[in-house]
């Protein structure tokens, strides 16, 4: 009677159970909970990264076109020159030597030009007379003719030598500051096929230039006229500023990978930057400031029947882009215009104001949706196996 009284109990606990089990539709309540953002003025950007090394805007390689024995050195590196100003002297005295023999040669066939010259002229006197032959006076204008023209050798000889000899006084080119110095004093350089490099001199260091290598996914993206952020490890608290001069078109492959040149302006007044520095390179492909903007989710976000809470409705329309907003009980679609893009912010330009909060995401908890995602989810805290405690016990 006592076992009977006990199997009468629990089934009746058993039926009551599934009495509530039906009676609240068999699983738990679901909540639903919205994120939501507000339309603001903001600003959206689009950059790109890179690398790239700082160099003068103008800078010259100074060589010597004779070779010589460097005699006299008058820069250092940092020195600051003008155009014009002597910087360098090759030894003079095998030079002045060709030159001096230049000008011999040239008074030798000068005397014999002139003696050509006046024998031409008395066998073209006898030959009008008919006192020598048509052969004679043939050679004699022939022996003037290449009197003349050894005379004309000669010149532009003497001319060589001494242009040579000016090639031993080396100057600058330009106003500058010395950058590198190659030669020093004592040094023999010789120009044989390539001119040897004495100096390189930079025209103006506060005028500067970033040579950056931009990868080919990116360079579309990249125009003339684009601001242009850098930072140097030198100094690594300080912000340069500048912008895009030029997109060079001829591409550079290094281990598969192609980049191509992209030129950027680096004003340089305080003359921190320095030739040589890395610069860590942000370009601002895409710049729209003081715009109404939106999280480009909200642009994503649909309410369906599966999210409805007990009362609430959708209130939609036919327009393509759109964001949603909970009014009371109401899902309201609202037509929009967009703008510009960066992924992760959108413009809008027309269809809703300042301030206007927008639904971005929503999730659910509780219910089946919940359950679903502790079966998928290993790391999500569950209940303690029952049979396991009664084993153990």
Request: glycine content about 6%.
């Amino acid at each position: 009677m006592k076992n009977k009284k006990i199997w009468w109990a629990a089934g009746a606990v058993v039926i009551i159970a599934l009495i509530a089990w039906l009676t609240s539709g068999g699983k738990k309540e679901e909540k639903v909970e919205f994120e939501t953002a507000k339309a603001a003025i903001g600003n959206i950007h689009n950059t790109i990264t890179a690398t790239g090394t700082i160099e003068p805007v103008t800078s010259v390689t100074v060589g010597t076109q004779v070779s010589g024995i460097v005699a006299k050195l008058y820069v250092d590196y940092n020195s600051e020159v003008k155009k014009g100003q002597v910087i360098a002297e090759l030894d003079k005295t095998n030079l002045i030597s060709e030159l001096n023999r230049a000008k011999a040669d040239l008074a030798s066939a000068q005397s014999t030009l002139n003696y050509q010259q006046a024998n031409f002229n008395r066998y073209q006197t006898l030959y009008n007379k008919g006192l020598v032959s048509a052969d004679e006076y043939e050679n004699a204008r022939l022996s003037y003719d290449k009197a003349r023209q050894t005379a004309a050798s000669s010149r532009e000889s003497v001319q060589k030598a001494q242009t040579n000899l000016g090639y031993a006084t080396i100057t600058s080119p330009i106003d500058g500051v010395v950058l590198s110095k190659s030669v020093e004093e004592g040094q023999t350089v010789a120009a044989s096929f390539n001119t040897p490099e004495l100096f390189t001199i930079a025209q103006d260091l506060t005028d500067m230039r970033v040579i950056a290598d931009i990868d080919e996914a990116d360079i579309g993206g990249v125009k003339e006229g684009q601001r242009v952020s850098f930072t140097v490890d030198a100094f690594p608290d300080d912000h340069f500023e500048g912008q895009v001069t030029q997109v060079r078109q001829q591409a550079t492959t290094t281990s598969n990978v192609v980049t191509y040149e992209v030129v950027i302006s680096a004003p340089n007044n305080d003359l921190k930057l320095k030739p040589g520095l890395t610069a860590n390179v942000t370009i601002y492909t895409l710049e729209k400031n003081n715009v109404l903007t939106v999280p480009s989710k909200a642009l994503r976000f649909m309410p369906n029947e599966n999210i409805l809470q007990k009362g609430q409705q959708i209130e939609d329309t036919e327009a393509r882009t759109k964001v949603w907003t909970l009014e009371g009980n109401t899902f309201k679609a609202h037509a929009v215009e967009t703008g510009t893009t960066n992924g992760m912010l959108t413009e809008i330009t027309k269809g809703i104001g300042e301030g206007t909060e927008v639904l971005v995401d929503f999730t659910i908890s509780g219910g089946e949706e919940e359950e679903a995602q502790q079966a998928q989810n290993p790391f999500m805290p569950r209940p303690r196996n029952r049979n396991n405690q009664q084993q153990k016990k």
